[in-house]
């Protein structure tokens, strides 16, 4: 029904209107007991085989949604119902800010695959904060952190804090977010000595509560192998808990999009199916490199069963959707956690 009907109808639309089109059509839905039960009998599927401890956390299932899709919050009750394990929200900051200018979301239907260059937009840590305090759902939350787009590097480890301790209560994991490329200067936050600093700062301020929360660090795709081995070994002198690999791409190689109509697009990071293969490297890499030594978030091209399953061999522990989400529907969820079924019976 998405793939033939609902899907497009959206993509008559701008991306960005899509998007709030879709929030506030699955909010309505929700709000019906009658339709919400037939959504739910439609996309959730659980069982106990699905189930996964990782890092301290107990997760229903392996499949979550990325962040960036529910920034400020308000979709996390419906969105456990659409049969996620977990959700992160975010990419939050101190004080909200509108992002770049639009428009900044971009399709590429010929590669299955979006560009954006949001820049961090969000309505700030405190107002995504009342939200929580009011949701329903047990389903687990990651909280992805960044810094104001006015804030210098050199005090960004400030604006992770005033995050960190602002949503300690409310959310199960933390994600340090150097590596968009939206945000000017912030990937340089991901050079080894910078990031040590910045996770050694955020790890002493977690580790002062009674009950520290998992620190994970999302990486972007294009690093090199120097630059993983340097995760790797920040990742152990550190001791946060995990890496998610990876964010969006710079890369515009192998697309099958017209390059005139890329040079109109701009700048801004690429996701969706041209992404699989560089993200599932990268899970590859750091997972053998470093023998397993801590647990990997695969993200980037998740489009169906068989993506998923090829990042989890590769190493991932969890995996998550937001492009393939998109372009296949919120079915997607379920048909993973299918195959991952059929993959247990063999």
Avoid at 192 to 213: C, D, F, I, S, Y
């Amino acid at each position: 029904m998405y793939k033939q009907l609902i899907k497009p109808i959206l993509f008559l639309q701008q991306p960005e209107s899509a998007h709030h089109f879709t929030f506030g059509l699955i909010k309505w839905a929700f709000n019906f007991p009658l339709l919400k039960s037939i959504l739910q009998s439609l996309f959730r599927l659980e069982d106990p085989r699905l189930e996964r401890e990782v890092f301290g956390l107990k997760f229903s299932n392996p499949v979550g949604l990325a962040a960036g899709f529910d920034k400020d919050a308000k979709l996390i009750d419906e969105m456990a119902m659409l049969g996620f394990g977990f959700i992160e929200i975010g990419t939050l900051t101190p004080k909200s800010q509108d992002g770049n200018p639009q428009p900044r979301l971009f399709r590429l239907p010929e590669d299955e695959a979006l560009i954006n260059r949001m820049g961090f937009n969000n309505g700030g840590v405190l107002g995504a904060i009342e939200r929580l305090k009011k949701r329903k759902s047990s389903v687990i939350v990651g909280g992805n952190i960044g810094k104001n787009k006015v804030t210098p590097n050199e005090e960004a480890l400030s604006d992770y804090l005033f995050c960190l301790e602002a949503l300690h209560p409310y959310v199960d994991y933390f994600v340090v977010n150097v590596s968009s490329p939206n945000t000017p200067n912030l990937r340089d936050l991901q050079e080894k000595e910078p990031l040590k600093k910045l996770l050694l700062g955020v790890k002493t301020a977690n580790a002062k509560h009674p009950q520290p929360k998992p620190i994970l660090l999302k990486i972007a795709p294009d690093l090199t192998n120097g630059q993983l081995d340097d995760i790797i070994e920040i990742v152990r002198e550190t001791q946060i808990e995990g890496v998610i690999a990876t964010n969006t791409t710079l890369d515009r190689s192998n697309l099958q999009v017209d390059p005139q109509k890329l040079e109109q697009i701009g700048a801004g990071g690429l996701s969706g199916k041209a992404l699989e293969k560089r993200s599932t490297e990268v899970i590859r890499y750091l997972h053998q490199q470093s023998g397993g030594a801590f647990p990997i978030v695969g993200v980037g091209g998740v489009f169906s069963a068989k993506d998923a399953i090829e990042k989890l061999e590769a190493g991932a522990s969890l995996v998550q959707v937001y492009s393939g989400m998109i372009y296949e529907g919120p079915s997607l969820i379920k048909k993973i956690k299918k195959g991952l079924l059929l993959k247990f019976s063999k």
